[in-house]
C-alpha cells in the first residue's frame, strides 16, 4: 500500500503535474509548415491569461528552428510591417491572439525539415518560468483545389 501511495505522490509531484498550473492556456496553436526553399515560418493561436494578474509573455526556443522571435504587424509609412517584440503582455483574465496581419510567432532556419501533422514543443517563458506547449504543424495551403478541375 505505501508503494501506491508513494507513486501517487511522485506523480502528483513531477513536472507534468505542475504544467497544469500554468497562468495561460494556449488554443488553436499552429505552426504553419515551412514552404520548401524558405527558411521562416510562423506560428499562431490564442494565448489567454486565467490569472487575477498581467503576465508576460516571450518566446524562449521552439525545436528544430536555429531562432524564434515574437512579431508585431505595424503599420509604417501606409504599409504594413512585422517588428520584433521582446514581450507580449496579457491583461488579467484577457487573451492575446497570435494571427496573420498581427502578433505572431516567427520561426527560422530550422535543422531539419518540419512537415504537417507532426506536433513541436513550444517554449515560452511566462512570467519569468519557461513553460512547453504543443503547436500541431499545418499546411500552409490546401490542396484539394485540384478537385475542381476536369468535370466534364
Same mark, same amino acid.
Given at each position: 500500500?505505501?508503494?501506491?501511495?508513494?507513486?501517487?505522490?511522485?506523480?502528483?509531484?513531477?513536472?507534468?503535474?505542475?504544467?497544469?498550473?500554468?497562468?495561460?492556456?494556449?488554443?488553436?496553436?499552429?505552426?504553419?509548415?515551412?514552404?520548401?526553399?524558405?527558411?521562416?515560418?510562423?506560428?499562431?493561436?490564442?494565448?489567454?491569461?486565467?490569472?487575477?494578474?498581467?503576465?508576460?509573455?516571450?518566446?524562449?526556443?521552439?525545436?528544430?528552428?536555429?531562432?524564434?522571435?515574437?512579431?508585431?504587424?505595424?503599420? &509604417?509609412?501606409?504599409?504594413?510591417?512585422?517588428? =520584433? %517584440? @521582446?514581450?507580449?503582455?496579457?491583461?488579467?483574465?484577457?487573451?492575446? !491572439?497570435? /494571427?496573420?496581419?498581427?502578433?505572431?510567432?516567427?520561426?527560422?532556419?530550422?535543422?531539419?525539415?518540419?512537415?504537417?501533422?507532426?506536433?513541436? &514543443?513550444?517554449?515560452?517563458?511566462?512570467?519569468? =518560468? %519557461? @513553460?512547453?506547449?504543443?503547436?500541431?504543424?499545418?499546411?500552409?495551403? !490546401?490542396? /484539394?483545389?485540384?478537385?475542381?478541375?476536369?468535370?466534364?
Amino acid at each position: 500500500m505505501k508503494a501506491i501511495v508513494l507513486a501517487a505522490l511522485t506523480a502528483a509531484l513531477s513536472p507534468v503535474a505542475f504544467a497544469a498550473k500554468s497562468p495561460v492556456t494556449i488554443s488553436d496553436a499552429r505552426i504553419f509548415a515551412p514552404i520548401k526553399g524558405t527558411n521562416a515560418t510562423a506560428g499562431y493561436g490564442v494565448i489567454t491569461n486565467t490569472t487575477d494578474k498581467e503576465v508576460t509573455v516571450t518566446v524562449e526556443r521552439i525545436e528544430p528552428f536555429k531562432a524564434v522571435e515574437m512579431h508585431e504587424t505595424v503599420e &509604417k509609412d501606409g504599409r504594413m510591417a512585422m517588428q =520584433k %517584440v @521582446e514581450k507580449l503582455t496579457i491583461p488579467a483574465k484577457k487573451s492575446a !491572439e497570435l /494571427k496573420p496581419g498581427g502578433n505572431h510567432i516567427m520561426l527560422f532556419d530550422p535543422t531539419r525539415e518540419v512537415k504537417a501533422d507532426e506536433t513541436l &514543443k513550444v517554449s515560452l517563458k511566462v512570467n519569468g =518560468k %519557461v @513553460e512547453s506547449f504543443d503547436f500541431k504543424v499545418i499546411p500552409r495551403v !490546401e490542396t /484539394k483545389k485540384e478537385e475542381h478541375h476536369h468535370h466534364h
